[in-house]
């Protein structure tokens, strides 16, 4: 009979504690610093999924499509950046994790929000997209083995080195900034 890690039991978050600042490039440390040290990380994602759907949806259609400057992203299109970002970066975890060795580049987040088209989409499908990628991302790190956290992968352009368990709270940082711009320069 195969035993069962009581730590990563279905109903229990796994603790992964904050990765040390040699495990991410210096730029991040914007998104490091808006994440809990306690290592429920995993939890505090669980927990944003459902504040962060909250927050959004009281927000009117009308200020879902304003744009506080000229270039700027609109709050839907925000919303799909914070999920093409999660969907990337807990790819590269996992690429990290398994031990890969080729350099992987990063991506033109821009030109992704242009052709997001989340403008056209309705809420809800946004939603379900955010919910299902969310899961997803619980469950990769949820599932990694423990040393896999710490295996360090590289990347190129402005995407540079990181672990899994730095990009975990990359992921949950990346949010929370986002959300707190959204809070200052959208709902004025």
Do not use: C
């Not at 505090?44 to 506080?68: G, Q, V």
């Not at 929000?113 to 989409?121: L, T």
């Amino acid at each position: 009979m195969e035993k069962t890690d009581p730590r990563r039991q279905s109903d229990e978050m796994r603790v992964i504690t904050k990765a040390p600042k040699t495990d991410y490039p210096a730029y991040a440390e914007m998104y490091m610093k808006l994440t809990p040290d306690d290592g429920n990380i995993l939890s505090y994602l669980e927990e944003n999924l459902h504040k962060t759907k909250l927050f959004i949806a009281s927000i009117s259609p009308e200020k879902l499509l304003f744009r506080y400057a000229p270039g700027k992203w609109t709050i839907k299109e925000i919303l799909v950046h914070i999920i093409d970002d999660e969907r990337i970066f807990a790819y590269r975890a996992l690429r990290f994790a398994r031990g890969e060795q080729l350099n992987l580049p990063g991506f033109d987040q821009d030109q992704y929000a242009v052709q997001s088209k989340a403008n056209e989409r309705d809420l809800a499908s946004i939603f379900e997209e955010y919910e299902s990628v969310r899961r997803a991302t619980i469950t990769l790190f949820k599932y990694l083995p423990d040393d896999s956290l710490d295996r360090l992968g590289h990347g190129t352009g402005t995407f540079n080195d990181a672990t899994p368990r730095a990009l975990v709270y990359h992921i949950a940082g990346h949010e929370q900034r986002h959300l707190n711009i959204i809070r200052e320069r959208y709902l004025i």
